[in-house]
């Protein structure tokens, strides 16, 4: 059934490091069904670490839009560790201003996909953070996605294979606030 809301009519709520325990199984859910088609078996089961990891930390920034009780979208990061801006071995000369928000997640159900959801997810995950900058990992192999992020302002630095068996990433970059 498609959905009878525009992204413009759906409930996104913010979710913090405390609010992981009743959040966890949602951004599993919702991951496994937007990218059901797209991604092997092995990254899915993966998928559960990789929230566990980025929602431990303190300062985890999660927001999640929801249909009624169904949620159909997240965008979720944290702020990188001072001094571990490993993007800056992309730049040369760095930008001086460098406290960076990691953006380590978007997802959108298949049925909510070119209503414009995946663009308010990152501007409501974006819009009040005080970083300088926000980085983000896109695979190389779906360039798509990475125009998307050009769109809104994002730009190529780089290549990185963050796990010896994950793929090559681009590398992802825009100053805050978005543009």
């Given at each position: 059934m498609e959905p009878s809301?525009?992204?413009?009519?759906?409930?996104v709520r913010h979710f913090t490091h405390q609010?992981?325990?009743?959040?966890?199984?949602?951004?599993?859910?919702?991951?496994?069904?937007?990218?059901?088609?797209?991604?092997?078996?092995?990254?899915?089961q993966r998928f559960p670490w990789f929230v566990d990891h980025w929602g431990g930390h303190p300062e985890f920034s999660c927001m999640i839009a929801f249909d009624g009780d169904e949620a159909v979208g997240f965008a979720y990061g944290a702020p990188a560790n001072p001094g571990r801006e490993w993007w800056r071995e992309?730049?040369?000369?760095?930008?001086?201003?460098?406290?960076?928000?990691?953006?380590?997640?978007?997802?959108?159900?298949?049925k909510w996909r070119k209503k414009g959801l995946a663009e308010r997810l990152t501007r409501a995950l974006l819009e009040e953070r005080d970083e300088d900058i926000v980085v983000l990992l896109v695979d190389?192999?779906?360039?798509r996605?990475?125009?998307?992020?050009?769109?809104w302002g994002f730009r190529r630095v780089g290549k990185r294979q963050p796990f010896p068996d994950s793929p090559m990433y681009a590398v992802m970059l825009a100053e805050l606030p978005l543009k």
């Amino acid at each position: 059934m498609e959905p009878s809301l525009s992204a413009a009519d759906l409930n996104v709520r913010h979710f913090t490091h405390q609010d992981l325990p009743g959040i966890r199984q949602i951004l599993i859910d919702v991951h496994a069904d937007a990218y059901a088609d797209a991604m092997d078996f092995e990254f899915n089961q993966r998928f559960p670490w990789f929230v566990d990891h980025w929602g431990g930390h303190p300062e985890f920034s999660c927001m999640i839009a929801f249909d009624g009780d169904e949620a159909v979208g997240f965008a979720y990061g944290a702020p990188a560790n001072p001094g571990r801006e490993w993007w800056r071995e992309h730049l040369d000369p760095a930008p001086e201003k460098s406290r960076t928000f990691s953006f380590s997640e978007l997802a959108v159900r298949t049925k909510w996909r070119k209503k414009g959801l995946a663009e308010r997810l990152t501007r409501a995950l974006l819009e009040e953070r005080d970083e300088d900058i926000v980085v983000l990992l896109v695979d190389t192999e779906h360039p798509r996605v990475r125009a998307l992020y050009e769109t809104w302002g994002f730009r190529r630095v780089g290549k990185r294979q963050p796990f010896p068996d994950s793929p090559m990433y681009a590398v992802m970059l825009a100053e805050l606030p978005l543009k």
